[in-house]
Nanobody
Framework: QVQLVESGGGLVQAGGSLRLSCAAS????????MAWFRQALGKEREFVVGISWNGGSTYSADFVKGRFTISRDNAKNTVYLQMNNLKPEDTAVYYC????????????????WGQGTQVTVSS
């Protein structure tokens, strides 16, 4: 079993930055594709960014390209999400997810999920 714990969320003004962390325990996630999803109030959970098991490939939703960056440190069993130039529409609960297979944008392809961390962007 893998446990994922997100941290780093909070309240920030539009144009500001936040860095989210996802710490894994229970088992190494060095062979897992990792991703960040988000879910705004009343909306479906959506893919934000993903990274391959070795960090060699990253994937981003169009709405965050150029603003959000995913990275990972397999030695620390941790994945990061650097979010810059935040907008009010980025307000959501952000979830970390692990997939034993390749990174996709589909929620059902992920094997483990964290509890989420709230990000609120004020205008």
């Amino acid at each position: 079993q893998v446990q994922l714990v997100e941290s780093g969320g909070g309240l920030v003004q539009a144009g500001g930055s936040l860095r989210l962390s996802c710490a894994a325990s229970g088992r190494t996630v060095s062979r897992y594709g990792m991703a960040w999803f988000r879910q705004a109030l009343g909306k479906e959970r959506e893919f934000v960014v993903g990274i391959s098991w070795n960090g060699g490939s990253t994937y981003s939703a169009d709405f965050v390209k150029g603003r959000f960056t995913i990275s990972r440190d397999n030695a620390k069993n941790t994945v990061y999400l650097q979010m810059n130039n935040l907008k009010p529409e980025d307000t959501a609960v952000y979830y970390c997810a692990a997939a034993l297979r390749r990174v996709t944008a589909r929620v059902n392809d992920y094997d483990y999920w964290g509890q989420g961390t709230q990000v609120t962007v004020s205008s």
